[in-house]
């Protein structure tokens, strides 16, 4: 279902550095995407905290990121101006990070992800529930999952809708 070109993953990485200035603090670099969802990675130096361990921010962060950026690459082909907000999350931490990390948003079933895409075209606005996990020495320290909004702009201009 999703097979984008590098330069797409090159875009995406332009658009996380370029719209959410964090990004380029935390050193986040878009790994790859392909029928597994879209993984994110982040170096731990600038990530670390008091315990000198990945801060739980920073993980979280990087799991808001891999479901946001996979909503833009489900979305770069439609043709229109699309926001995408999370409306709201939950994140289990399981274990520290000592290393270099990565998030993989897990891609939905494909009819999910066609419900998704047709709401949006017909509605203007859908929303899309994804699971994210942070990965760290083959082991999975963080599970997150958030409920996204993706609207068109065009149609939603001066409607109170907020960016976050």
Request: aromatic letters at 6%; proline letters at 4%.
């Amino acid at each position: 279902m999703i097979a984008p070109s590098p330069e797409a993953l090159t875009d995406l990485e332009r658009t996380l550095h370029a719209e959410i200035p964090l990004t380029r603090a935390m050193g986040v670099r878009v790994l790859r995407a392909d029928q597994n969802g879209l993984a994110l990675g982040a170096a731990l130096a600038p990530n670390l905290n008091h315990k000198q361990t990945a801060f739980g921010g920073s993980l979280n962060s990087l799991a808001t990121l891999a479901c946001w950026g996979l909503i833009q690459l489900l979305v770069r082909d439609c043709g229109k101006a699309i926001t995408v907000v999370i409306q709201e999350s939950s994140v289990h931490f399981l274990k520290p990070v000592m290393q270099d990390f990565e998030a993989i948003c897990a891609l939905p079933s494909t009819p999910e992800v066609e419900k998704f895409l047709r709401t949006l075209e017909r509605k203007g606005r859908a929303r899309l529930a994804l699971d994210a996990a942070i990965h760290t020495g083959g082991a999975i320290a963080l599970r997150f999952r958030g409920q996204f909004v993706a609207y068109d702009r065009a149609r939603f201009q001066g409607s109170g809708q907020q960016g976050n």
